[in-house]
């Protein structure tokens, strides 16, 4: 089913060469109340759960009100508003996965998944020219995936790393989602161990994971795939690697040995809670949505049967494991930043990071197991199209705001978008992406 077509009218509004010439006029409203970049329609972005908390509370309202000079918050206020739908369904308003296309009402695709060669090219195809034009893939900031816990009733755990949590080495994280290790007592990594009055440390272990295509499963299994890289038995789709586990249809399989359970709803937010009410569960989620959802940090925490793991940060070494939190505060209910500074990222074995640029595919984008930080950190990204035009139902006074509204993210002065998303659970771009993320946003085009 369609979504509602309000997207259409919205796109409508777009405002014809003749008033923005009106507006340029004398008598006109000043350069400063209405910057010439800020004269596009009111649009629609979409896709991404894991940038949710950031689109709508940060960079959406701020777009209006900043005082930087790259938003627009002058007389007119083209706005912009996020639909936090998930990813692959992101995707799909733009062609993908043979769904109906329909650019003229979504201006930005939000997805942690970036599109590989075969899906870049399925959207393409949508295009009215003979040539295609490139789909860029635009870096927007990074972002920690928390591993959530929910310990058996009566359970509480420690470990000399962590008081109070539990930690996980990188051979054992993988191996819990492999399905080789299927209870708490199995798991006892520095000093791990599960106990309590009434607790049964031999409990089951059920892998909660996400409903729907999710750029943070494609995140997850990217990390996964450094460090165990065979294929694994899958139910339906023959033996795959977990890094063809990330991507496109298969992003929703997983082995067949790990007994994963989808949650019942959809997106980052609704896993959150349902681990916080299963009891016995394991998931995953963005810092953002692990804080915000299902009393982590509020109710839970370390000493208690929900928290977050720290995660193994110095290779894949059982000798001396060193581990991290995914927030640079810890456990605890008070906003920080994921804790993904000064990360190394790799875009495939023996090839080039960053790619050459964002018209280039970023799908293998991933971390390494050896980082100064915690190491499960994603990218999460916005897409335009470098000529609008050449795709139908497209409108000029969405392709300024798309461009403009991007400009404004990828600020990093005084109250541009790197620099509001501090302290809200994420962690800015690095100064060698913000380069390449720029070029991308003044590539698009009309």
């Known amino acids: 089913?369609?979504?509602?077509?309000?997207?259409?009218?919205?796109?409508?509004?777009?405002?014809?060469?003749?008033?923005?010439?009106?507006?340029?006029?004398?008598?006109a409203a000043s350069a400063k109340e209405v910057?010439?970049?800020?004269?596009?329609?009111?649009?629609?972005?979409?896709?991404?759960?894991?940038?949710?908390?950031?689109?709508?509370?940060?960079?959406?309202?701020d777009f209006n009100t900043s005082k930087n000079a790259?938003?627009?918050?002058?007389?007119?206020?083209?706005?912009?508003?996020?639909?936090?739908?998930?990813?692959?369904?992101?995707?799909?308003?733009?062609?993908?996965?043979?769904?109906?296309?329909?650019?003229?009402?979504?201006?930005?695709?939000?997805?942690?998944?970036?599109?590989?060669?075969?899906?870049?090219?399925?959207?393409?195809?949508n295009e009215k020219t003979s040539v295609p034009n490139s789909i860029q893939s635009i870096p927007v900031l990074q972002a920690a995936v928390a591993?959530?816990?929910?310990?058996?009733?009566?359970?509480?755990?420690?470990?000399?790393?962590?008081?109070?949590?539990?930690?996980?080495?990188?051979?054992?994280?993988?191996?819990?989602?492999?399905?080789?290790?299927?209870?708490?007592?199995?798991?006892?990594?520095?000093?791990?161990?599960?106990?309590?009055?009434?607790?049964?440390?031999?409990?089951?272990?059920?892998?909660l994971v996400r409903l729907d295509q999710s750029g943070t499963t494609h995140i997850l299994k990217k990390y996964l795939n450094l460090i165990y890289s065979e294929p694994q038995a899958t139910e339906a789709h023959g033996t795959q690697t977990w890094n063809q586990l990330s991507e496109g249809e298969l992003n929703q399989v997983w082995p067949t040995a790990t007994h994963a359970k989808a949650a019942l709803k959809e997106g980052g937010g609704a896993l959150v809670s349902e681990v916080a009410a299963v009891e016995s569960s394991i998931g995953y989620a963005s810092l953002a949505d692990a804080r915000s959802n299902?009393?982590?940090?509020?109710?839970?925490?370390?000493?208690?049967?929900?928290?977050?793991?720290?995660?193994?940060?110095?290779?894949?070494?059982?000798?001396?494991p060193k581990f991290a939190d995914p927030a640079t505060n810890g456990d605890e209910e008070k906003l920080a930043n994921s804790n993904c500074a000064l990360t190394k990222y790799t875009n495939g074995k023996g090839t080039k990071f960053p790619p050459?640029?964002?018209?280039?595919?970023?799908?293998?984008?991933?971390?390494?197991?050896?980082?100064?930080?915690?190491?499960?950190?994603?990218?999460?990204?916005?897409?335009?199209?470098?000529?609008?035009?050449?795709?139908?139902?497209?409108?000029?006074?969405?392709?300024?705001?798309?461009?403009q509204f991007l400009t404004f993210v990828l600020q990093t002065g005084a109250e541009g978008g790197q620099q509001l998303i501090l302290n809200n659970d994420y962690e800015p771009l690095p100064s060698k992406l913000i380069k390449e993320a720029v070029k991308g946003a003044a590539a698009t085009g009309f």
């Open 147 to 207: 591993v959530i816990v929910h310990l058996p009733a009566n359970c509480t755990a420690t470990s000399t790393a962590a008081p109070g949590r539990l930690v996980l080495d990188n051979v054992t994280l993988e191996a819990i989602w492999k399905g080789e290790i299927n209870n708490w007592s199995e798991i006892k990594d520095d000093g791990d161990a599960v106990s309590g009055a009434g607790c049964v440390a031999t409990t089951p272990i059920t892998r």
């Open 35 to 61: 910057p010439p970049n800020c004269t596009g329609s009111t649009i629609i972005a979409a896709g991404s759960t894991l940038q949710k908390l950031a689109q709508k509370s940060i960079w959406e309202p």
């Open 294 to 320: 299902g009393g982590f940090s509020k109710t839970g925490g370390p000493g208690t049967g929900k928290f977050w793991v720290e995660v193994q940060n110095n290779g894949t070494a059982t000798k001396k």
């Open 1 to 27: 089913m369609r979504r509602f077509n309000a997207r259409r009218a919205i796109s409508a509004c777009a405002l014809s060469s003749a008033m923005v010439a009106a507006l340029a006029a004398p008598g």
């Open 356 to 403: 050459a640029s964002t018209a280039d595919t970023w799908n293998e984008v991933t971390t390494e197991t050896k980082e100064k930080n915690y190491p499960l950190c994603g990218i999460t990204y916005d897409m335009t199209f470098s000529k609008y035009s050449a795709y139908p139902g497209t409108t000029e006074g969405e392709e300024i705001t798309a461009k």
């Open 70 to 125: 790259q938003a627009c918050s002058g007389a007119l206020q083209p706005k912009v508003s996020y639909e936090s739908i998930g990813s692959g369904k992101g995707l799909e308003d733009w062609g993908f996965n043979g769904h109906a296309f329909e650019a003229g009402k979504v201006a930005i695709v939000a997805t942690d998944e970036p599109v590989n060669e075969a899906e870049k090219a399925e959207i393409e195809a």
